[in-house]
């Protein structure tokens, strides 16, 4: 097997070429003046003398030193460590260079306008004509759908949801009770509005409370494959603008998120609680209900929160605990488990 990696064309359209100077406009850097043609992108140790690299980590230095790219997006500090055959891209933030130079190359797919012969849209659905609707979906009555959405295959749109523009719904993804913003992307298999876990504890059993709240997802969210989001049963759940959470995630009726948070796979918020804007959730953490997580709050992976976090703390272990105090917890118990006898 060629372990050479390569930009597969049967799954990633490409633009281009592109001239040095594009190239370094879109990555927001600047370069020296050049005839110098790109026509895509690639990892350093792979990259040839038409494609644009990046360094991120000047752990990855060396690789930079026997890169065989065209073109190189580096910080200024790592400028003289480029290879005379590749041309520098300068810029302070070489991440999103690389990002942008990345949408530059492969550009989102555009919508194929239109309904397919096996969807079922019912009377009264309003879709606009720039959206695409995929094979197999159903869309309920009362629906509507903005300017350029696509709608993947086998999703299911409940009555009354409102899609705003330019959203990516991926397959088999179910709405219901909510309400979407613009610029939203739902991966595979996300599940948006169902019931929660809400029921009351009687004699006979458990009584299931009724959730007769809506889920709100605001504008340039986006939802990892499988994640779940639960309706509120008596207020909203709310998704706040920007915000980003991985797969296989799950938010409980409720739960309101800030602006911009970060939630990170296995994730699992409970019922009712806030989490202020800019929040970020490692993996596998887990929340009580009823909590509020303050503004900048960072929550490590697999952290059990039980009790409200004040703005900008780290916290870390279970039950979390500042990361000062988890560590020296930590080196508490070394200086025991390694003591002489």
């Not at 879109?26 to 003046?33: D, K, P, V």
């Not at 309101?256 to 202020?276: D, H, K, N, P, W």
């Not at 596998?284 to 997580?293: E, K, N, P, T, V």
Request: net charge neutral; aromatic share 6%.
């Amino acid at each position: 097997m060629n372990n050479k990696f390569i930009v597969d064309a049967r799954f990633y359209a490409r633009s281009g070429p592109y001239n040095l100077a594009e190239v370094a406009v879109a990555a927001n850097g600047t370069a020296e003046a050049s005839d110098r043609m790109l026509t895509g992108v690639a990892p350093l140790q792979h990259a040839g003398p038409a494609e644009v690299s990046f360094l991120d980590n000047s752990r990855y230095a060396s690789l930079l030193e026997k890169t065989g790219a065209g073109a190189v997006i580096v910080h200024p500090d790592m400028v003289g460590r480029v290879p005379p055959s590749a041309s520098p891209i300068v810029t302070t933030a070489t991440y999103e260079g690389w990002a942008r130079v990345s949408a530059l190359f492969h550009p989102v797919a555009p919508t194929s306008p239109g309904i397919h012969p096996t969807a079922f849209v019912a009377p009264g659905v309003v879709v606009d004509p720039t959206a695409e609707i995929g094979a197999f979906a159903c869309i309920e009555g009362g629906v509507q759908i903005g300017p350029r959405c696509r709608i993947g295959s086998y999703v299911s749109i409940g009555s009354g949801v409102v899609i705003g523009e330019d959203c990516r719904i991926g397959a088999h993804v179910t709405i219901s009770h909510a309400s979407l913003g613009a610029r939203v992307c739902l991966l595979p298999g996300v599940r948006i509005g169902q019931e929660g876990f809400g029921f009351a504890r009687t004699k006979a059993g458990f009584l299931t409370i009724p959730h007769l709240g809506r889920v709100i997802i605001e504008n340039d969210v986006e939802v990892g494959a499988n994640s779940t989001i639960d309706r509120g049963s008596i207020q909203d759940t709310v998704i706040g603008a920007g915000t980003r959470i991985d797969n296989l995630v799950q938010i409980g009726h409720n739960v309101r998120l800030g602006r911009c948070c970060v939630i990170v796979a296995q994730v699992g918020i409970s019922g009712s609680t806030v989490l202020e804007d800019f929040v970020q959730v490692g993996g596998q953490a887990a929340m009580a209900g009823h909590l509020r997580i303050g503004c900048g709050a960072q929550i490590g992976a697999q952290a059990g929160v039980i009790s409200d976090v004040p703005a900008a703390a780290v916290l870390l272990g279970s039950p979390a605990q500042s990361r000062y105090e988890f560590f020296r917890q930590v080196a508490a118990l070394k200086r025991m488990v390694h003591r002489p006898k």
